[in-house]
């Protein structure tokens, strides 16, 4: 290589080596339904209840194996060493041959098992369980995901506001400077626009934090690397919603997933006391068996192959196992019972997180009205401050003053929006409609 080329190449590495590391990293455009998309295809909780939803599937083809016939192949090679010979009326020969080889077919299959067909029973109850730990989890998902998702555009508008605000204070500051040089202003004056623009600065500085914090519960809520930079183009926005108290707690009662989990649950052990308690009742299989095997003994002769058959049926009954039967079906009930205690509590729950959230909502939705009518208020007085302004009636501290309360009015109708949107998020999950939304017509899990 060149001294030209060497030189090069030392100064490409060294331009690479500075550059920031953010150069590198991959971006990432998404809107609402694209992170909720990625976050039920990449969260490894929704992941590991998927597993256990492939899991409970082979846990009922376990359960229903025991109800078919089983067959079973078995193969036999026993060399007889030291084989005397017998002799019977001046021929002689072994009783067996030295080399024995059997082949055998075993077929049982039960006639009557009735803890078995329960055990089928109480395995499909508790796959409907694992289904719905899956809702419950996509649920938990999607809404982690769309908290996150608002908490950015929150960060992203207050940025926004904070950065015009800055920058406006920071023409008037030179305004105020220009002034003063020209005899129009006073030392106060400027001292007046440093503290404003001084204090304006921290709200900056913390939504460009934010941002960055959003982000980063984003990425994680959805499950990316930590090295992908997620940027969005939307904004908060305010849809109107309406509904009744009694609606929304109706619509949790159909479709809530920890319920319909705590019922499959309540199914489950209820069946496990049944499987425990047909543990009484007797066993009948019926088995049957092939052989085909060197056995057939003729003096003087070789052994020939011959088959052998049987067919039979066996009656189990055990008549006394300890209270081991007994104690079985009292921890199943046991735990049946306390299933019932817990979807009680639930019940209790579901209804204060549906009417705090909703009272949330309400609230929320009040503070919009009244902060959209804020800002109109706010824009038409700084716009008469700036006129007057203009005109020599008002100072530019006043001016000031008027423009500050505008940011404030925005800042504030955004995060009510932002309240807003996180109560209702939150109301969906309460509800059992975070994956549909509560928009949607449909009042019942498919």
């Not at 492939?54 to 192949?73: G, M, N, V």
């Not at 075993?106 to 809702?135: M, W």
């Not at 508008?157 to 020209?182: G, N, P």
């Amino acid at each position: 290589m060149s001294y030209r080329k060497t030189t090069l190449f030392t100064a490409t590495l060294i331009l690479l080596t500075l550059l920031p590391a953010g150069v590198y990293a991959e971006k990432l455009r998404l809107d609402l339904q694209k992170s909720i998309d990625l976050a039920l295809k990449n969260n490894p909780i929704v992941l590991t209840a998927r597993e256990n939803i492939h899991k409970s599937s082979a846990q009922i083809r376990e359960s229903s194996a025991s109800a078919y016939p089983e067959l079973d192949a078995s193969a036999d090679y026993t060399r007889i060493g030291n084989n005397e010979e017998v002799d019977f009326g001046g021929k002689s020969g072994t009783l067996i041959p030295d080399n024995n080889y059997k082949l055998d077919l075993t077929l049982s299959q039960k006639l009557y098992s009735p803890k078995v067909f329960e055990a089928i029973k109480a395995s499909k109850s508790y796959a409907r369980g694992v289904k719905a730990d899956l809702n419950i989890a996509e649920e938990a998902v999607v809404t982690e995901v769309k908290t996150a998702y608002y908490d950015l555009l929150l960060s992203q508008e207050l940025l926004t506001i904070h950065e015009a605000s800055v920058e406006q204070l920071r023409r008037h500051l030179y305004d105020i400077k220009k002034r003063l040089e020209a005899g129009f202003a006073t030392d106060l004056d400027l001292l007046r626009a440093e503290v404003k623009l001084a204090n304006a600065m921290p709200d900056l500085v913390k939504a460009r934090n934010g941002i960055e914090a959003a982000r980063s519960s984003l990425r994680l809520a959805i499950g990316l690397d930590p090295d992908i930079i997620l940027n969005t183009d939307s904004e908060l926005t305010y849809a109107p919603f309406e509904s009744t108290l009694d609606n929304l707690l109706d619509r949790a009662m159909k479709n809530r997933p920890e319920l319909l989990q705590i019922d499959a649950t309540i199914e489950t052990q209820e069946r496990y006391a049944k499987v425990e308690k047909k543990e009484y009742l007797p066993e009948l299989t019926m088995h049957g068996n092939l052989s085909y095997a060197n056995n057939d003994i003729q003096l003087g002769e070789d052994a020939e192959w011959g088959y052998n058959w049987n067919v039979g049926m066996t009656l189990d009954y055990k008549i006394f196992d300890g209270k081991k039967r007994s104690s079985r079906v009292t921890k199943a009930l046991i735990d049946a019972s306390k299933a019932r205690l817990e979807k009680k509590r639930l019940l209790n729950l579901i209804a204060h997180e549906i009417t705090t959230t909703y009272n949330s909502l309400e609230e929320a939705k009040t503070l919009i009205a009244s902060q959209g009518k804020n800002i109109e208020t706010a824009e038409r007085a700084y716009e008469i401050a700036t006129i007057s302004h203009a005109g020599g009636a008002l100072t530019q501290l006043e001016l000031l003053d008027t423009q500050l309360e505008l940011t404030e009015a925005k800042v504030n109708r955004s995060r009510v929006v932002h309240a807003f949107l996180i109560a209702r998020t939150q109301l969906e999950k309460a509800t059992g409609m975070a994956l549909k939304g509560l928009d949607s017509n449909t009042n019942a899990k498919e």
